[in-house]
Each structure stands twice: as C-alpha cells, then as structure tokens.
T-cell receptor, first 115, second 113 residues
Framework: AQTVTQSQPEMSVQEAETVTLSCTYDTSESNYYLFWYKQPPSRQMILVIRQEAYKQQNATENRFSVNFQKAAKSFSLKISDSQLGDTAMYFC????????????FGKGTSLLVTP | DGGITQSPKYLFRKEGQNVTLSCEQNLNHDAMYWYRQDPGQGLRLIYYSQIVNDFQKGDIAEGYSVSREKKESFPLTVTSAQKNPTAFYLCASSIDPGQETQYFGPGTRLLVL
C-alpha cells in the first residue's frame, strides 16, 4: 500500500520568513508523481507544485520549491517570503496507478502565517 | 469558464435518507474522482471513473454509489447504509491521470440532521 506521512500537524511562521513542511512517502512504483496541494479556509483544493520522480531537478513555482530526496523518500515543501495568504492546510500526495491514478494524501499540515 | 462545479454547497440528510451530490465538469476530462475529507485526516478515495459507463470502488466505497452516464457528470449518492456520512466531499477530474494533474471542485458539506 502507498502511504504518505506528514509529521507536523501545525506550524507557524512570520510574514516574510521561510518555512519548510515535511513529507515522507512510501511507494512500490518506479515512476511516480508527488504533489503539494493547498487548502485555504474556503476549502478549495489548489495545486501548489508537483514533482516527477524521474526528474533529478527539484520543482519550483515562484516562492514555492521542493526538496525531493528520492532515496530517503522525502518530499518537503519550502515556502519563501511567506505571505498572509499562505495561511492554509497543506497536503502532500502521491499518485496511485492501481487506483486509476487517484491521489493518496497525508493528513495535512496547518500553516499559520502571522504578521 | 471551464471548471468543475459541485452542488449543493451544503446538504442536510435525515436518518435513512439517500442523498445525491452533483459533480459536473466542462473540461473534457476523462477521469473523475470522489474523495471524502474528515477533520484531522487527509482526503480518502470513495470512487473513481476513467471513462464513461465505467467506475471502480476506492478505499471507502461502502455506503456510497455512483454513475457515469455522461463524460461531464459523476454524481455521488450517499445511501442510508453509510452510517457516518457527515464530511466534506470533493470531486476531482483529470484529462490524462497518468500524466496530468487532478483539479478539484469547491466541495459539498454534508450534515446529518
């Protein structure tokens, strides 16, 4: 079974600072994708960033970047220059080819950005 | 505008009643998914469909049913057999799930009276 573990239920960061959210995963697939989704108070799930496992280079999207350590099965999200609008639940997810490529989610990290 | 719509935003169910949650997409996506979200937990897969007239059970399908008669529509019925239906339900779709990202609708909050 594929599992995704987020070990930080809650985190807090001050505006303009940098924060890193942790995620570890377990998969038996050789080629896989990993994702970070953001869920603000509106509860709309928004894709933040995705990483293809066969790519060596870590994905980046503006202030968001990942540290993908394939051997360690680690996939952390770094948010630079944190903004108040980054306050949200953040979910790490892997894709399961055995379930029509449905997503396996971690339990989430609640991030609070303070002024 | 292209996107995924879910209705209603809030839904109340009485004991023993079946209710249906709507999910529609105009993105021409082949694959569609239903997830359930409970407090303190991530999303869990209820059902998925990769093509019209075909669907498969996910991890927590008991007490739920779906249909996929049209490409753009994937309604979820919460039956009376689902004893703890209070949750937030999210629908998602993807044009090519093996390569592309899933996109989510705004969700439906189901509450039991």
């Amino acid at each position: 079974a594929q599992t995704v573990t987020q070990s930080q239920p809650e985190m807090s960061v001050q505006e303009a600072e940098t924060v890193t959210l942790s995620c570890t995963y377990d998969t038996s697939e050789s080629n896989y994708y990993l994702f970070w989704y953001k869920q603000p108070p509106s509860r709309q799930m928004i894709l933040v960033i995705r990483q293809e496992a066969y790519k060596q280079q870590n994905a980046t999207e503006n202030r968001f970047s990942v540290n993908f350590q394939k051997a360690a099965k680690s996939f952390s999200l770094k948010i630079s220059d944190s903004q108040l609008g980054d306050t949200a639940m953040y979910f790490c997810a892997s894709r399961n080819s055995n379930s029509g490529y449905a997503l396996n989610f971690g339990k989430g990290t609640s991030l609070l950005v303070t002024p | 505008d292209g996107g995924i719509t879910q209705s209603p935003k809030y839904l109340f169910r009485k004991e023993g009643q079946n209710v249906t949650l709507s999910c529609e997409q105009n993105l021409n996506h082949d694959a569609m998914y239903w997830y359930r979200q409970d407090p303190g937990q991530g999303l869990r897969l209820i059902y998925y469909s990769q093509i019209v007239n075909d669907f498969q059970k996910g991890d927590i399908a008991e007490g739920y049913s779906v249909s996929r008669e049209k490409k753009e529509s994937f309604p979820l019925t919460v039956t009376s057999a689902q004893k703890n239906p209070t949750a937030f339900y999210l629908c998602a779709s993807s044009i090519d799930p093996g390569q592309e990202t899933q996109y989510f609708g705004p969700g439906t909050r189901l509450l039991v009276l």
